[in-house]
């Protein structure tokens, strides 16, 4: 069964850090994209950060770029997003998702995770 399990999501307190994993089961990341999406409450799927199959990440929106920082380790099948410095508004359920190449858009991706909540909040 082809998966992506994200995990460590949390509460953490304004400031903070926190490093989310994305890890494969029944197939390998190696040929794929991989992209870090967010919703919060009331609010559509954002993309925020992609790294491509070769390792080149981006960071969509304007608040990620100084914050978050994406990475990839083939040989554990996990891609990881760092995040930073993070704000209440930051608080959000949290996704990765697979696809061809790097993309903003929801639409390209074709396997999604569960998503794992972060809540930034004092």
């Known amino acids: 069964q082809l998966q992506l399990v994200e995990s460590g999501g949390g509460l953490v307190q304004p400031g903070g850090s926190l490093r989310l ?3 494969a089961s029944g197939f390998t990341l190696d040929h794929y994209a991989i992209g870090w999406f967010r919703q919060a409450p009331g609010k559509e799927r954002e993309g925020v950060s992609c790294i491509s ?3 080149a990440g981006t960071n969509y929106p304007e608040y990620a770029k100084d ?3 994406i990475s990839r380790d083939n ?3 996990t891609v990881y997003l760092q995040m930073n410095s993070l704000k209440p508004e930051d608080t959000a359920i949290y996704y990765c ?3 061809y190449v790097c993309s ?6 074709h396997y999604w995770g569960q ?3 972060v809540t930034v909040s004092s």
Do not use: D, L
């Not at 903003?104 to 991706?109: G, N």
């Open 104 to 109: 903003p858009a929801a639409p390209q991706y």
């Open 115 to 117: 998503g794992t909540q």
């Open 75 to 77: 040989a554990k099948n």
């Open 97 to 99: 998702a697979s696809a």
């Open 53 to 55: 199959s070769r390792g």
């Open 21 to 23: 994993s994305c890890a």
């Open 67 to 69: 914050r978050f920082i």
